[in-house]
């Protein structure tokens, strides 16, 4: 399918193409008559805070661009056209207060200073809103991930031989690996009935969890035998709000559930203090084990 094409059906996507066009249009002819409707000599509070109502209010401009590949952004950057009516606007709105300034008795070398400075002043406040504007939706966004966190879709537990656990560690070699088991810093499990093959599980690899939060909490259970590391790894406690340890790490979940409040500010709580509830965590289940 077309990079740029729509998935619903062709009517459908007519529908949904010309309800979007019309109202780029129609906003279009807003930001037309906001400049047209600033006269020489009546500042531009009222433009700006009519620009900024529009950028605020309008869905067209609060919508998420998709994610196109090379050759649909080539395809989007030929269909891209200027908006004459806006320059019209603009080149109208110019005039007159070029006009007004002349009879006002200013030198035509200093008109062609003060529009210079006026473009680049303009330009430099065209980024400086559409910075704004991506600031403010990325906010609501990361506050709406922390209400209800996504899951990760990758099996945490998934067994790699030492071979694929260094691979995934950034290209270490298998006996590193066994040299950082050996000093508590990684742990691998072997299958009942198996006296060889040990695996190692995927997560002890993943941003997060990898390196030195892993031999914290590692060296917080003491020397636990390596079948309950991964069950205190695996398993939901209540002592991190019904999560596991590894989504308590993670800051994210491995399965899709509801969360209570409290469990929620957790999850979106900083990295240190995270690792820091589930040390707390370990602590807890390497004295329940010695006792």
């Known amino acids: 399918m077309n990079d740029l094409a729509f998935s619903a059906t062709p009517d459908l996507r007519t529908e949904v193409r010309s ?23 009546s500042g531009s509070a009222a433009l700006h805070k009519e620009m900024t109502r529009l950028m605020r209010t309008n869905a067209v401009l609060m919508e998420q661009p998709p994610q196109l590949s090379t050759t649909a952004v080539a395809a989007v950057v030929q269909q891209l056209q200027p908006s004459h009516l806006i320059d019209e606007a603009l080149e109208e709105t110019t005039r007159a207060h070029v006009e007004a ?77 066994r040299q950082r088991e050996r000093a508590g810093e990684l742990f691998s499990i072997l299958r009942p009935g198996r006296k060889r093959g040990r695996e190692y599980p995927a997560f002890q690899a993943w941003a997060g969890i990898a390196g030195q939060p892993l031999a914290q909490v590692l060296g917080a259970l003491s020397e636990a035998s390596s079948t309950a590391d991964y069950g205190f790894f695996t398993a939901t406690t209540d002592l991190l709000g019904g999560l596991t340890p590894i989504e308590a790490l993670l800051g994210r979940l491995t399965t899709a559930r509801s969360l209570d409040s409290q469990t929620q500010q957790l999850l979106g709580a900083p990295a240190a203090e995270r690792l820091q509830a589930v040390v707390k965590a370990a602590e807890a289940q390497a004295a329940q084990l010695a006792a």
């Open 19 to 41: 309800s979007a066009f019309e109202a780029l249009d129609q906003l279009e002819r807003a930001v037309v008559n906001a400049v047209t409707g600033l006269k020489p000599g």
């Open 101 to 177: 300034l002349g009879k006002a008795g200013v030198p035509s070398s200093v008109l062609e200073l003060l529009q210079s400075w006026v473009e680049v002043t303009v330009d430099a406040r065209v980024v400086q809103r559409q910075i704004e504007m991506k600031r403010a939706i990325d906010s609501v966004q990361a506050d709406a991930t922390l209400q209800e966190p996504p899951a990760l879709f990758a099996d945490p537990v998934q067994p790699l031989s030492a071979v694929e656990l260094g691979r995934a560690l950034g290209g270490l070699s298998d006996e590193t690996v």
